[in-house]
């Protein structure tokens, strides 16, 4: 017969550490615990798969399984020497969820179970304590009356604290036993009241009640929030352990606490924690009473403090981890009720990991799966401080775009923000961003927007340049003219004002008024270096390169240990004031001659920043793509030239100024560069332009653009090789849907190299050009494509756009819904649909290789800083990842864990 229940205590169990699927972490462990010979109060664990079952059969245990519960409870009676519901002497309980993954404080607890009217007065007497007894039997009622019953604890409390307003107490262990009859009476009328029955007094029909409470829990909405979060599956269930009670508040030589064997904040192998004296568990969670640090309890309870001392050290040795563990004293005994490996800070993660290898607890392969890749980001990025944060009032929680915390000044244009930091530090807050906000995204220390997703505008810049960022934050409601947004919390509405202070936490999502405090870690942290060096041994050559357009975030990304540039998108050097109205005055000529006259201005430029990425990614590949988004993007607004059309005949010479810098002429041109302007927006006007004239339809439309990006890449690579510097350049082709679209750009590149090469005198530098994917067709077609380039990047921002039919831009909008119905597993912008654009890329893989054996591939998506989608891209064979450079130590991390996944060998990179 199938085993449901599982009991432990008197030295034996029924289950061991291994059994978490079964037991949960909590069950699993007091087994072990209790096989080892440790102080654990006897009881039992109902399985897991009880929950579920519990579910499928209509909210009911099924009768096998309560009669081996019965059978369960019978051997723990008889280990204990009483009974439940005994009225002289009765055996108490306490309830517990616990499943496979820790979820501290998600899921339901009750304790004192087994009290009714007549119990409590036989541990009453049995204790000698009428007191404790009669706060026992409230407790219970408190805890089972919201857990089970469901009734709200703030009508409990209020019936509570009246009672100590009307005696005059503040603290509650003076209210007396005469007092807490009093309340146990008003709690039974609230039951009544609330359920319209009485509160249950079999103790009996309480355990089975409790425990379908615990199972129920599974499914609170903070436990759905937290699996959510943490990716733990649904379907696993919770276990329930039911365990005998033992009193931590039953005088001044009982207590109870919690504690971890290392500082979960920072790491530091100190032993850490807190207890209180003549107290309950919830006692120390639910901050009534301050608790005292457990070094105190050395002075208190010496004896205690010595073997709980001795027992953490010991099960840390044995489980290998830092333990988080809770116990209780009783009259002087000490009793262990829980371990778990504990939930640490990623600093905390890392310097763990570290110490653990170096005492020789752990191996370094096991130290480097230690840490979970996002947490890096607490490494690399400010945090809030904590207390500083918990005066401020939380607006809403955002989608979490790029990390770290920003703390600023709200400002509601581009303009706005620059102005702004002038002054102090600012805090760009946008419906969304489009390309025109660059220069208000750098000018601010951080961005929010009220629209879009993972791969809007916003998000991919703001992590290309390491700023915080929240995007999607739909509950702000923003006036811009007015400066001002407005976002109701409960049943206020909160305005900010341009100038008012925000803080936003781009790890979380979490937007807040007021100024939090921050503290800036180090990354220069001896744990990191040495943690991250073990991870880089572990990923071999699977190579992590970096997104970035400019020399510096070039540098920042070698600082962070890319190896090489993946992505540098050359539009996003277009946008900077000084070249805007060159590629404004390039977009509006009118034929070939003037086209290539505005661009002749922009080839110094470009040569520039190329020679700038080329020397800081010194000896290694640089991707240059050439121009990617649609021309319209570069020209001002239609709405706006259409407003500044009307209002130029009466506009001041103030005005007219600013229109001028603004359209990128002098003020006598206006008369004339607005109406032009205004007719090639509409010329260029596309119903849908990121399926538009974009990519590298753009280079085959305007031969003449290709041809200037190309020599601007060859000329800036002869400078730099010039200096006697190694480098490689990559020249990429955005957007092909085949092989033709590549074979004409590339005759083009391969023209201007030869040309400028062979002036040069240096025809033998080595150069490749390959193209994006990131359209179907392309995919699919990726033998053919393969003939032609000589690397493949995925841009998987646009492939997973144009697979899945579906807007990167206003996806948002109905996402959370899809996310809640299942539909979505997960954002498909943030982490790859593996599904099914992961297998076009696993097909356009193994068509390409088919032609090329040795074709370099690698992703520039942003998918590329994604732990999963990083181990999915190793597993399908790529060769490399290239993210925003704050992401980098985050992608060589999730590289490294899915090499040891896969058994990869183990040798050095630096060999
Ligand atoms: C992509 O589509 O994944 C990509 C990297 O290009 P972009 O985001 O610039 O369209
Ligand atoms: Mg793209």
Redesign the pocket.
Known sequence: MKKYVYSFGGGTADGDKSMKDLLGGKGANLAEMCKNGLPVPGGFTVATEVCNIYFQNGNKVPKEIQDEQGQALAKLEKLMGKKLGDAKDPLLLSVRSGAKFSMPGMMNTILNLGLNDETTEGLAVRSNNERFAYDCYRRFIQMFGEVALGIEMEHFDHIFDEKKKKRKIKVDSDLSAADLKAIIEDYKKLVKKETKKDFPQDAHVQLDMSRDAVFRSWNNDKAVYYRRMEKIPDEIGTACTVQAMVFGNMGDDCGTGVGFTRDPGSGENVFYGEFLINAQGEDVVAGIRTPQAIADLKKVMPGVYKELREITTNLEKAYKDMQDFEFTFESGKLYMLQTRNGKRTGPAAVRIAVEMVKEGLIEKDEAVMRVAPSQLDQLLHPVFDNASLKTLTKITRGIAASPGAAVGMAAFSAQGAVAMAAKGPAILVRKETTPDDIAGMDAAKGILTAVGGK?SHAA?VARGMGRPCIVGASIISIDEKAKRFTAKVGDKTITVKEGDFISIDGTTGDVYVGQSKTVEPSTKSGFLAEFMKWADEFRGDFGVRA?ADIPKDAKAARNFGAEGIG?C?TEHMFFAEDRLPFMQAMILATDEKSRRAALAKLLPMQRKDFAGLFEAMEGFPVVI?TL??PLHEFLPKREELMVAEVKLPHATAKEKKEMAAKFGCTVGELKKTIPSLLHRVEELHEMNPMLGHRGCRLGITYPEITEMQARAIFEAAVIVAKKGKKIIPEVMI??VGGYKELEHQKAIVESVAKEVLGKAGLTKLKYYIGT?I?IPRAALTADSVAEHAEFF?????????TTMGLS?DDYTKFNAHYENLKIFKTDPFGSLDQEGVGKLIELAIQLGRKTRPDLEIGI????GGDPDSVAFCYRAGMNYVSCSPYRVPIARLAAAQAALAKGAKTESRTA
């Open positions: 791969s991919v997104n992505l998108r793509r990617d988004p955005p957007l994006m990131e990047s995925f841009g998987t921002n646009d492939l997973t756009q990167r520039c998506g942003e998918h």
